[in-house]
């Protein structure tokens, strides 16, 4: 029997496309969803998609704040979708300042080649949902589907970046992925 196609994944940009941009998020309190994201993410998990947060945290190099602060902001980010049924297969942060020489930072690929290794799937095969030039220009480089959200930065970075697609939110974004994979 031929082994099974690997499961397919959305990436997912985290400030601006899930939750509500703050400058800096550094505190679990301030981690809010965008309204329709959890029932969104829960569709796409229902689909079998697998769910990964990529995510530039470049307050750490800054000395902004802690890794341990933002593992709670993390734990926060799981407690609030799990009340959505909502499972994050993984979170790749890249926790570097801009001026670092580091390969994860976006839109770098490794935190990417991270979640493929550990949860083995083709990024090619995967949509990357963001709010940045910066996260379509990786979706680019791995050869994922770019989608561009509103939400955000994505106003304000519409026409500076070739995404896939442009839409409003998450939602829309799911309802898209959804679609296209050919589903009712």
Do not use: W
């Not at 796409?44 to 890794?67: E, H, K, M, W």
């Not at 407690?79 to 020489?101: K, N, S």
């Not at 930065?153 to 296209?180: M, N, Q, W």
């Amino acid at each position: 029997m031929p082994a099974a196609p690997p499961r397919r994944f959305v990436l997912l940009d985290r400030d601006g496309t899930i939750n509500v941009e703050k400058h800096y998020l550094s505190d679990p309190e301030q981690m809010k969803l965008y309204p329709g994201v959890g029932p969104a993410l829960r569709r796409l998990q229902d689909l079998g998609l697998g769910l990964a947060v990529i995510t530039n945290q470049s307050g750490i190099g800054r000395g902004y704040f802690t890794l341990e602060t933002l593992e709670r902001i993390h734990q926060r980010l799981r407690a609030l979708l799990a009340a959505f049924g909502v499972v994050i297969d993984g979170i790749y942060l890249c926790p570097h300042a801009p001026d670092e020489d580091c390969d994860c930072r976006k839109p770098l690929p490794g935190m990417v080649d991270q979640a493929v290794a550990e949860l083995g799937f083709d990024p090619a095969q995967a949509f990357l949902v963001g709010d940045k030039t910066v996260d379509m220009e990786l979706a680019r480089a791995v050869g994922a589907t770019g989608i561009l959200v509103r939400t955000g930065h994505g106003r304000a970075h519409e026409d500076k970046c070739a995404a896939a697609l442009v839409v409003d939110d998450l939602p829309a974004a799911a309802a898209f992925i959804e679609r296209s994979l050919g589903s009712p």
